[in-house]
Antibody
């Protein structure tokens, strides 16, 4: 059974950093791109970024709204993907989901950026 | 980047057919997906590659495409189908775009 579990969310002040983790099991992690998606309160889904496989150089792509502030990385030996979020803004407040190319989703972790 | 446009809301009576559209210039070139999201839950993949259903998704849910418009069709709508529905596409660099979402109300 495919499982994805996000962790690391919480309340943080603007300008600070936070690192989210997504621990996975039940599928060959090293063969899949991993994607982060967020959802602000009462809003729609917003794509955050993707990390490709080692075969594709673990290349990353980011949404314009987070480029230069967020970094996605992965450890295939641990089947984990991370989202490092720096210089956080109040607009980054959202539930953050990791996804297995859309086919599987975690339950999400809430990040609140507030003074 | 490009945009995907969905109607904000669709309403149908139980047993009727709901059709939710998604339009965007890039849709004729890239495969797309549909997700269902109920309050407090993560999205659920309903359709991928425009028309394919993952295991466990009932046959009354189907996807179709014509030019630059996708359509999600839910036949025999049930109360449990009340949810938000999102279309999603990706470019050749695996950059995703979501539609704004459509709230399906079962009257």
């Amino acid at each position: 059974e495919v499982q994805l579990v996000e962790s690391g969310g919480g309340v943080v002040q603007p300008g600070r950093s936070l690192r989210l983790s997504c621990t996975t099991s039940g599928f060959p992690f090293d063969e899949y791109f991993m994607t982060w998606v967020r959802q602000a309160p009462g809003k729609g889904l917003e794509w955050v970024g993707v990390i490709k496989t080692k075969a594709e150089g673990e290349a990353t792509e980011y949404a314009a709204s987070v480029k230069g502030r967020f970094t996605i990385s992965r450890d295939d030996s641990k089947s984990v993907v991370w989202l490092q979020m720096d210089s956080l803004k109040t607009d980054d407040t959202a539930i953050y989901y990791c996804s297995l190319s859309g086919a599987g989703w975690g339950q999400g972790t809430l990040v609140t950026v507030s003074t | 980047s490009y945009e995907l446009t969905q109607p904000p809301s669709v309403s149908v009576s139980p047993g009727q057919t709901a059709r939710i559209t998604c339009s965007g210039d890039a849709l004729s070139k890239q495969y797309s997906s549909w997700y269902q999201q109920k309050p407090g839950q993560a999205p659920l993949l309903l359709i991928y590659k425009d028309t394919e259903r993952p295991a466990g998704i009932p046959e009354r849910i189907s996807g179709s495409t014509s030019g630059t418009t996708l359509t999600l069709t839910i036949s025999g709508v049930q109360a449990e189908d009340e949810a938000d529905y999102y279309c999603q596409s990706a470019d050749r660099n695996s950059i995703w775009v979501f539609g704004g979402g459509t709230k399906l109300t079962v009257l």
